[in-house]
């Protein structure tokens, strides 16, 4: 809501100052006959004026003049009135603009810097604040503007001639300081800023790196009381020394709750951070022990939220006591290998129901994950979330695999919290087969996953693909497929012979979403189906269809005979201009 009436406000303020900007002289275009002019409109379909006429004139340009300009005559009269009878409206809405009182015109104005979200867009590039525009409004608009301190408080790459004036009118309100571009906080002179440390509540600095040092210097000149969320990013390839220590804000910032820091080194031994709520640390410079990361964090006991970038870590064997983050909800590892993955969630003791997201650079074998979940399920007897439904992709050779506790009813929206962990990692064909997906399955804890939903453009899935997967995720009941190959898995429903089995046993649903079904495709499914009726194979009872091309009506009747069928009624046929069969069963046949 807040975002909504911000966007709306915004552009009323800058049409409004626009309009009480402009030059009352401001030149007009040449005036035309106006009789002319509503001929012209009329048989052109088009109009000029503030007001559109709901009549047409109905003398063609062949017509009497005389009944051409009553009729004229008659549209300007009707214009005439409504204009009049719009300028009271007009009168009042400025009135009321311009004379709201001044507590809501000033939580008005907060609306538009208000929220975190909006912190990154409330200056223009010239260096001025946005809200400027407010000041320029009417008398009344600028008085309420310049007394209220807070909306002068957002700083935001201002330029050097307006950060003056701008901690000037904020007076003694707590601030809001972002440069993201070195260029600005270098003009400024940084140190100006930082000499308001003990009025900061949110700090974001980019420096390039032959300014860091200097920057970290200020920053451990002076308390910071009030800050709440510190953002530390060097803008480039960082080679200073100097690492973040315990002397940053002289060891005081009681308020702290959240810390972002990329391409920092950090060195932390006491309690300062011992308030976090949210920690990020991007890539750092050099490569940090894993024990030094570890021992940050033995100090961040209230932690909730967790991203690292750990690639540059440097691994050791040598013992360290278990770190434990009793109130983490959420940890993200990123650019990591699966061996510092393993290492890193070893001396780490988490809740039972923490979320982890982790984005591997590479993979060596089924039986590392095997020693991954070990290391972050540590507590087997413990009563967990049991996850229920999963999620694969393969795009741009990147696999991702996301487990759920819940089942959600549409084919993919669980909430946030339920989605319990996340693995992405590149796919190499010529290292791991596709089926490395169900073995990662298999040795996930506490799961009883019965909804898959899986999208594999590209990928040819084949039958001994989709019978790995059999073995792997037995209580599967329900298979949702979108943009991915189809015949691998039908093959693997049916019973080739008294030594195979079917594949998905309690399979109930099929979904197929976004597939081009070539005729052979459509065909073989409606066999299959009917095999499957004749209770030699798996029993589905339900099929849903949902953006298939190459489906016509006659073609889901006939289905409807086997199977319920739950259809969007999208018909696209693969056709070309001269009704020939575009998909690729027929081109290959045509080719041949």
Not at 542 to 558: G, I, K, Q, W
Request: charged share 20%; aromatic share 8%.
């Amino acid at each position: 809501m807040n975002r909504t009436v911000s966007f709306i406000l915004n552009h009323i303020i800058y049409y409004i100052c626009i309009d009480s900007c402009r030059n009352i002289t401001t030149p007009t275009r040449p005036q035309l006959n106006p009789l002319l002019l509503r001929h012209m409109e009329t048989h052109s379909g088009t109009t000029t004026g503030p007001h559109r006429s709901s009549m047409t004139l109905s003398v063609s340009v062949d017509g009497s003049e005389t009944a051409l300009i009553e009729q004229c005559g008659a549209h300007i009269g009707e214009d005439t009135v409504a204009s009049s009878e719009s300028v009271p409206a007009l009168r009042f809405q400025k009135n009321t603009l311009a004379h709201l009182p001044v507590e809501i015109l000033a939580n008005i104005f907060m609306y538009i810097v208000s929220e975190e979200e909006s912190y990154m867009d409330v200056s223009n590039p010239r260096g001025a604040p946005a809200y400027l525009a407010a000041t320029h409004v009417c008398r009344h608009w600028r008085e309420t503007a310049l007394e209220c301190s807070t909306l002068w408080a957002f700083i935001d790459g201002v330029s050097a001639q307006w950060l003056a004036t701008m901690l000037e009118r904020s007076k003694k309100a707590a601030l809001v300081i972002i440069y993201n571009d070195p260029k600005p906080l270098r003009q400024c002179g940084f140190e100006k800023i930082l000499l308001q440390l003990p009025r900061i509540k949110f700090l974001q600095l980019c420096p390039s790196p032959p300014e860091a040092d200097r920057i970290l210097d200020c920053l451990s000149s002076l308390p910071t009381p009030l800050l709440h969320t510190f953002k530390f990013l060097v803008f480039g390839n960082a080679t200073f020394a100097k690492p973040i220590s315990d002397t940053i804000f002289q060891g005081e910032a009681p308020r702290l709750r959240s810390v972002q820091l990329v391409q920092c080194y950090f060195s932390w031994t006491s309690c300062i951070f011992s308030g976090l709520r949210s920690l990020h640390i991007g890539l750092s410079p050099k490569r940090s022990p894993l024990s030094q990361i570890l021992s940050a964090l033995r100090h961040m006991p209230e932690l909730e939220l967790l991203t690292l970038e750990p690639r540059s870590s440097k691994h050791s064997d040598a013992p360290f006591d278990q770190v434990a983050l009793p109130r983490l909800r959420r940890i993200e590892l990123s650019n990591s290998t699966i061996h510092t993955a393993t290492s890193f969630f070893s001396h780490l003791v988490l809740p039972i129901d923490v979320r982890v997201v982790l984005s591997l650079t590479k993979i060596e074998s089924a039986q590392s994950f095997a020693d991954l979940f070990s290391a972050i399920h540590k507590n087997h007897d413990e009563s967990v979330p049991v996850i229920r439904s999963l999620r694969v992709s393969l795009l741009h050779d990147l696999f991702t695999l996301r487990f759920s506790t819940s089942i959600p009813e549409h084919p993919w929206a669980p909430r946030d919290s339920d989605i319990r962990l996340s693995i992405a990692f590149l796919h190499n064909s010529w290292i791991t087969k596709p089926d490395i997906l169900f073995d990662i399955c298999r040795m996930v804890p506490h799961r009883k996953i019965q909804h898959l939903v899986a999208s594999f453009p590209g990928l040819d899935t084949t039958e001994e693909f989709w019978r790995t997967g059999s073995v792997d995720l037995p209580k599967l009941e329900s298979i949702h497929l979108d943009d991915t190959p189809i015949q691998g898995l039908l093959l693997a429903f049916l019973v080739r012979n008294e030594q195979s089995h079917a594949a998905y046993p309690s399979l109930r649903v099929l979904e197929l979403e976004n597939i081009n079904l070539g005729c052979k495709e459509r065909l073989f499914l409606e066999h299959v189906l009917t095999v499957l009726r004749a209770g030699r194979g798996v029993g589905i009872h339900t099929l849903r269809l949902t953006r298939c091309r190459n489906l016509m009506c006659d073609d889901v009747e006939r289905l409807q005979t086997t199977v319920f069928v739950d259809w969007d009624r999208h018909e696209d046929a693969l056709m070309d201009t001269d009704g020939g069969c575009l998909c690729r069963g027929c081109n290959d046949d045509d080719s041949e």
